[in-house]
């Protein structure tokens, strides 16, 4: 591919083009989703013009075609997390989807009564409250790794925590609050010693890391399509196949059985036996182009350049006096949460909205990280490959006039 070029990608998104409150669109809210390149939004009406029909169903040519690209959207996505067979790829309808499954099938084979499973502090109330509920109906308990005051995995404490009792560790690949990158590597083999699994929250780290399931050797890996230049509703849970294998299904009904009577039905092979009704077709295409679309850019110079971006956007907003940072881990990348003097962050972020500048306010679904942090929410800017270094000259001018305007 061609060197990596901030201009040549903002044209393949059209939203970038836009004007809000008058002024040229700044989209620092990527941890919430992402926009969607051209490929992604043709890919999704070719399917709807051209060939829309249910998949794995007809004979006929269409539903065939349609079959064919639901497929050939599993194989891209296998390649790109770079899984052993694309039977690893279970369509789900995102990263909640996916914890949901794993703490309800893993949950329900799996965990008894005086288990423990783990997660952290850190975490998006979707990677807490599914191991809630199934700690609940096993009666198991749920352990939380404590995270220090620059948002970092207490490491030593985790490993104090790994007993015979964990049946189960699930944490963030990157934290969607501080940005954090945890040491997922050494979680997982400090697990597998014991012969613990483990699940990541890729929601954040599928869209800032590569992602490698094999070299991670990661038990289960959960996405969102949303946040990787993908449509809403549509998202991947992958699991090594030994897992999908073991696992009761998590949903009844059509396309994960084989034959169905009323003695008794024989469930489809995974991942089918996962995908129960009617999937979001134009939705997993549309994240196959996506995942296509990445592929033909300089991934190397594109990291590079998101790298590059973080470093500046740091080190400028730490320029403004009344900011300060939270969370402050030596491996990051995405978020930055902060908060400006003593104004709530609502205050700033509607004042920012009025430049054109979208950012996220409050909690970010990580109510236990802000009560650790004794802070009510932050104002989170963050950042991907198709921001520019104007647009965070942007936001740090923004900020200091929404604190002039706060401060009279
Ligand atoms: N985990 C993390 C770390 C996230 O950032 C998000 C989305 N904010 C989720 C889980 C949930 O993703 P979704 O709402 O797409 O299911």
Not at 21 to 31: K, T
Not at 144 to 163: A, H, Q, R, T, Y
Not at 273 to 293: D, Q, V
Request: net charge negative; proline share 5%.
């Amino acid at each position: 591919p061609k060197p990596f070029s901030v201009e040549d990608v903002r044209a393949d998104f059209p939203i970038l083009q836009s004007y809000v409150n008058g002024a040229p669109l700044v989209y620092f809210d990527n941890g919430a989703t992402t926009q969607k390149p051209w490929a992604v939004l043709r890919a999704m009406e070719d399917y709807y013009t051209g060939y829309n029909s249910n998949v794995h169903r007809g004979v006929h040519t269409l539903s065939q075609q349609a079959t064919a690209a639901y497929e050939e959207a599993r194989e891209i996505i296998a390649q790109f997390i770079n899984a052993k067979s694309s039977h690893e790829v279970v369509y789900t309808k995102g990263t909640t989807d996916g914890v949901n499954l794993v703490a309800a099938s893993f949950g329900k084979k799996y965990i008894g009564e005086g288990d423990e499973i783990i997660i952290s502090a850190m975490e998006h109330h979707s990677n807490i409250v599914p191991w809630q509920i199934c700690c609940e109906d096993r009666k198991a308990s749920l352990k939380v790794i404590p995270v220090n005051e620059n948002g970092e995995l207490k490491m030593d404490v985790f490993k104090s925590m790994l007993n015979d009792k964990v049946k189960l560790i699930s944490v963030a690949h990157i934290s969607n609050t501080l940005g954090t990158i945890n040491p997922v590597k050494e979680i997982i083999e400090l697990a597998h010693a014991r012969n613990i699994p483990v699940m990541l929250d890729g929601a954040q780290g599928i869209a800032h890391v590569p992602v490698d399931v094999q070299a991670m050797d990661v038990d289960f890996y959960a996405f969102s399509s949303h946040k990787i230049y993908g449509p809403t509703g549509i998202g991947v849970l992958y699991a090594k196949e030994k897992w999908l294998e073991a696992l009761p299904p998590y949903q009844g009904g059509g396309d994960m059985i084989k034959t169905v009577s009323f003695e008794k039905t024989v469930y489809n092979d995974p991942p089918l036996k996962f995908e129960a009704g009617t999937p979001a077709i134009a939705e997993s295409i549309g994240l196959g182009a996506a995942l296509k679309y990445l592929k033909s850019l300089d991934l190397e110079g594109l990291h590079a350049y998101e790298a590059h971006l973080n470093k500046v956007a740091l080190e400028k907003l730490l320029e403004i006096d009344e900011l300060r940072l939270i969370g402050n881990a030596a491996q990051r990348n995405g978020a930055i949460s902060f908060l400006v003097g003593k104004h709530h962050p609502t205050d700033v972020g509607e004042l920012l909205d009025q430049q054109g500048i979208a950012v996220r306010t409050g909690h970010h679904c990580t109510q236990p990280l802000m009560d650790l942090f004794g802070i009510p929410g932050t104002v989170r800017a963050s950042l991907t490959f198709y921001n520019t270094e104007e647009e965070i000259n942007k936001l740090v001018a923004g900020i200091k006039k929404a604190v002039i305007m706060l401060n009279k």
